[in-house]
């Protein structure tokens, strides 16, 4: 068997970070899965919660997500699609892990740095109140939950992109702590799976990756994005001066991004991302901009347009609920019998 799991966190649309390092892939599993193959995507609202969220707006987010999700081309009937706090195992499975995990280890993780600004070397004591937002437990302890989102589905294989490799390593070191403390083989250790698009950067500063709560919205272009909304962000991506099309993430990071982009939005345009940039090597940046808004449009197109139909569709009909707790309902089954297993190895059981 082959158990795929993945999560998306509901912080706003999805932009073309999360779905060419991401989403595309899910679906792409999904739709070769055979049925030896399970597939799980869970909708993290506990993660989301680790930097501030104001209610309404959650609530608006999660549903969003939910109809990325279906409009990308996940199906709920060959995927279980949930919202992670409607599965209370998650919670209580990062309870038990965290009575497993290392402070040293989980200090030494990027992502509650990046969130506050401090930098890579930084550790928790650097993160004081008095200049930045203070370190919540939450927000340090977050790999934690994210291991035992993987680990309650007995994971083989995490879809994502680069940004959470890291994370996934801290997963498998767990896994294999838990098991060795334990002397049982309850949890895998679970591969990642990296999409080849592994790090879309922000239009606006394509040295950091782009990201759903970059405060500038013209960084990113979201899945739901119209076709002059796209061309006015490409329009507007910061290149180089420099004369020429040319691939080189390292010295062209805008212009390299932009091949990137139009590259993974549709293979069939070039062999390589190196190969679509000779072919535009002596066309202007302008040029360059508007032929990969119209790739971009035109991949984008059908998801935009299933969005706005399954948003219709629940205006009439008010069906995501059920959808939502459908999946919530398979989730826990599969999680609920991997909980019994682990409280029973830690003596935990229901009986006496
Ligand atoms: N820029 C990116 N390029 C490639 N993959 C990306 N992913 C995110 N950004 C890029 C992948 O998308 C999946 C879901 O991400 P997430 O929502 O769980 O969190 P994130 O990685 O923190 O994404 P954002 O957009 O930057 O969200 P915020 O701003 O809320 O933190 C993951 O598989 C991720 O690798």
């Not at 993974?264 to 990969?292: C, G, H, I, Q, T």
């Not at 398979?330 to 609920?336: C, E, T």
């Not at 019998?337 to 003596?347: A, C, T």
């Amino acid at each position: 068997y082959k158990n795929i799991f993945s999560g998306i966190q509901p912080t706003g649309v999805p932009h073309l970070g999360n779905y060419l390092g991401a989403l595309r892939q899910w679906v792409k599993l999904q739709n070769e899965a055979d049925n030896k193959t399970n597939l799980y995507f869970s909708i993290v609202d506990l993660h989301a919660i680790t930097v501030h969220q104001n209610a309404e707006q959650l609530r608006r987010w999660r549903k969003e997500m939910l109809v990325s999700l279906y409009a990308v081309g996940l199906d709920p009937a060959r995927s279980v699609i949930f919202c992670q706090s409607m599965v209370p195992q998650h919670s209580e499975l990062m309870w038990i892990l965290s009575c497993h995990a290392s402070m040293g280890y989980l200090s030494r993780m990027t992502q509650w740095k990046s969130k506050l600004s401090l930098p890579e070397n930084a550790s928790p004591l650097d993160a004081t109140p008095k200049d930045k937002p203070a370190l919540r437990l939450g927000l340090f302890s977050y790999p934690v939950l994210q291991a035992a989102d993987v680990l309650l589905y007995g994971t083989t294989h995490v879809p994502v992109g680069e940004d959470q490799a890291q994370h996934l390593e801290f997963t498998r070191e767990l896994a294999a702590s838990f098991n060795h403390a334990h002397s049982t083989t309850v949890f895998n250790q679970p591969e990642t799976i990296l999409s080849p698009a592994k790090r879309v950067m922000s239009l606006t500063n394509p040295t950091k990756k782009m990201s759903k709560s970059d405060a500038d919205v013209k960084s990113r272009i979201l899945i739901t994005d119209e076709k002059d909304v796209i061309e006015k962000k490409i329009k507007s991506a910061l290149t180089d001066s420099i004369e020429g099309v040319a691939y080189d993430r390292d010295a062209r990071p805008g212009v390299s991004n932009l091949i990137d982009i139009m590259y993974y939005m549709d293979e069939s345009v070039a062999a390589s991302p190196e190969e679509l940039a000779r072919d535009f090597k002596d066309v202007s940046m302008r040029a360059l901009k508007e032929r990969v808004a119209e790739v971009v449009d035109k991949n984008i197109e059908p998801v935009r347009t299933t969005y706005n139909d399954i948003m219709a569709k629940d205006e009439r009909d008010r069906y995501l609920t059920d959808e939502a707790t459908h999946g919530a309902w398979k989730a826990k089954s599969q999680a609920g019998r991997k909980m019994e297993v682990v409280r029973s190895i830690m003596g935990l059981q229901r009986t006496f």
